[in-house]
């Protein structure tokens, strides 16, 4: 009897398994929705920031394009803070831009040659040649490899600037009797001593000055 009785008292104790997994389920079903819910107001919180100092309330085209439709959160908390600050001018905000990537059209490994000879910088135009022969003994292309030296080197290089500086350079020396001739469009090379030289931009300017040109 008294064993009976036992197993009767620990059946009565032992909490019945189907209502735990409904309360458990049920929990897990309200946690959710409050994740969602506090999810959601954080989300909220974020469509329009305001500025007390420039007195702005700043939202992006989508917040607005979706507040313009009269109704829904986004709505609503337009129009609370609009509400709340009506002196505040409403400010569309900017996507964020990346940096311009420069376009580095023409300049090939004589251009960068040139322009370490125009920054006056023989130590890194060693090292420069170094890697060209580097890149040459093991068979790979060499202009990827000495671009990247070259742009590492020079970190706030512009290439914009540097073809004017690059052009001056080519212009002003004579080397091994190449003369270059640099317009805006293209490079002319002629292996010419000095005075042919100053001949022929005699010529050139004559033409260009002409008035039938």
Known sequence: MYYIATMREGKQNKPPIGNNKIKDKDSLKNQKGFNKMKNTASTANVRFTIDFIKKTITGTT???????????PIYEELAAKMAAHPDFTLVKKEPKSNKARQVYKGMDIDFMRDYIKAKKDPAFEEKFEKVLTFAENSKKSKYPIAKKFFLKQYKDFKYDAAKVLVENYRVNNTQNGIVYFLNPFTRIVSSVNSHEAILLLNTISSIICSPHS
């Open 62 to 72: 989508a917040s607005y394009n979706k507040a313009s439709k009269g109704s829904g």
